[in-house]
C-alpha cells in the first residue's frame, strides 16, 4: 500500500475513534436493505447517496440524519452491508435485530494485509 493509502486510512481511523464511533458489519444485502428502508420510513432523512454509475455494483453509500444524529450505510459486494454511527443508535438498531456492534472502523480488519 502505497504512503497515501495509509495516510487516508490513518486519518479515516482516527476520525472514527474521535467521534465515538461503532459499526455494524457483514450485514446481508437484504437485511442492509430493510434496516435502511425502515428508518427512512420512521423519519430518517436521506443526506447523500453515492451516485456515480457503478453505484450498488461494487460499492454504494447513504448518510442519513435525524435530529442531529447521523449514521453512514456503507455496502460493497465482497463483505456486503455496514453500517456506521454512534453507540447508542447502533445499540437499538442491533438489539432489535440480532446483529453487533464493533468499535472499529468497518475496514480495519484489513490492515495487516498490508
Given at each position: 500500500m502505497g504512503w497515501l493509502a495509509r495516510l487516508l486510512r490513518f486519518f479515516s481511523k482516527a476520525r472514527f475513534r474521535v467521534l465515538g464511533l461503532r459499526t455494524i458489519k457483514d450485514i446481508p444485502t437484504e437485511q442492509f436493505n430493510q434496516i435502511m428502508q425502515d428508518l427512512i420510513d420512521s423519519g430518517w432523512i436521506k443526506t447523500y447517496e453515492y451516485s456515480w454509475p457503478d453505484a450498488w455494483i461494487d460499492w454504494g453509500c447513504v448518510k442519513l440524519k435525524k435530529n442531529g444524529k447521523r449514521l453512514r450505510f456503507e455496502w460493497d459486494n465482497w463483505t456486503e452491508g455496514s453500517i456506521e454511527g454512534k453507540p447508542d443508535i447502533l445499540q437499538d438498531i442491533a438489539r432489535?435485530?440480532?446483529?453487533?456492534?464493533?468499535?472499529?472502523?468497518?475496514w480495519s480488519e484489513y490492515d495487516d494485509n498490508y
Open positions: 432489535t435485530r440480532g446483529l453487533k456492534v464493533i468499535d472499529e472502523w468497518r
